[in-house]
T-cell receptor
Framework: SAVISQKPSRDICQRGTSLTIQCQVD?????MFWYRQQPGQSLTLIATANQGSEATYESGFVIDKFPISRPNLTFSTLTVSNMSPEDSSIYLC?????????????FGPGTRLTVT | DAKTTQPTSMDCAEGRAANLPCNHSTISGNEYVYWYRQIHSQGPQYIIHGLKNNETNEMASLIITEDRKSSTLILPHATLRDTAVYYC?????????????FGSGTQLTVLP
């Protein structure tokens, strides 16, 4: 099974600053996904990151606030820009499983962000 | 994608079978039922999926009604480590991986 790691695992940041979250997959994948999980809530997709093209953002999420990089087939970053307390959430990345099943995905452990 | 309805929470005694229902009455013929779970402080984990036949793997069994309007995930011998939020997701299958849409899920608590 694929292993997905994220850095940092958690952080406490001041409002107005930015944090870049790293996601590393131990195998090459075409697509990677970034999700947000607000306190006590379910997961919400932020964007799909394809290698070699710009990320595709879901409704309610914009590139200026959540810029994403995808420099190669095993790595992606999500930046949370100009943070406010409302950005306090767990941010998770995921990637398709090697099985090839369309919706079988592996998830990273998440990055718990607290904005003060 | 079809909408799903799950109970907010359920309890189950350790060692007993946990039966988690999911209603997806608007499911269409080419939509699969996927189940994931999220243990506290971890990322979601794929459990099982099915189209119309019952499915079983090392983690669980999936029973889909004949009209496909509902399904039940069965954990045959629940343990304390099965305490998690369980998500039922209905998606059209495609040739490439696509994003998942998570609902509210069911919080399963396995009691000692």
């Amino acid at each position: 099974s694929a292993v997905i790691s994220q850095k940092p695992s958690r952080d406490i940041c001041q409002r107005g600053t930015s944090l870049t979250i790293q996601c590393q997959v131990d195998s090459q994948v075409t697509m990677m996904f970034w999700y947000r999980q607000q306190p006590g809530q379910s997961l919400t997709l932020i964007a799909t990151a394809n290698q070699g093209s710009e990320a595709t953002y879901e409704s309610g999420f914009v590139i200026d606030k959540f810029p994403i990089s995808r420099p190669n087939l095993t790595f992606s970053t999500l930046t949370v820009s100009n943070m406010s307390p409302e950005d306090s959430s767990i941010y998770l990345c995921s990637a398709p499983a090697p099985s090839g099943l369309p919706y079988e995905q592996y998830f990273g452990p998440g990055t718990r962000l607290t904005v003060t | 994608d079809a909408k799903t309805t799950q109970p907010t929470s359920m309890d189950c005694a350790e060692g007993r079978a946990a039966n988690l229902p999911c209603n997806h009455s608007t499911i269409s013929g080419n939509e699969y039922v996927y189940w994931y779970r999220q243990i506290h402080s971890q990322g979601p984990q794929y459990i099982i999926h099915g189209l119309k036949n019952n499915e079983t793997n090392e983690m669980a069994s999936l029973i889909i009604t004949e009209d496909r309007k509902s399904s039940t995930l069965i954990l045959p011998h629940a343990t304390l480590r099965d305490t998690a939020v369980y998500y039922c997701i209905v998606k059209v299958s495609s040739g490439s991986a696509r994003q998942l849409t998570f609902g509210s899920g069911t919080q399963l608590t396995v009691l000692p």
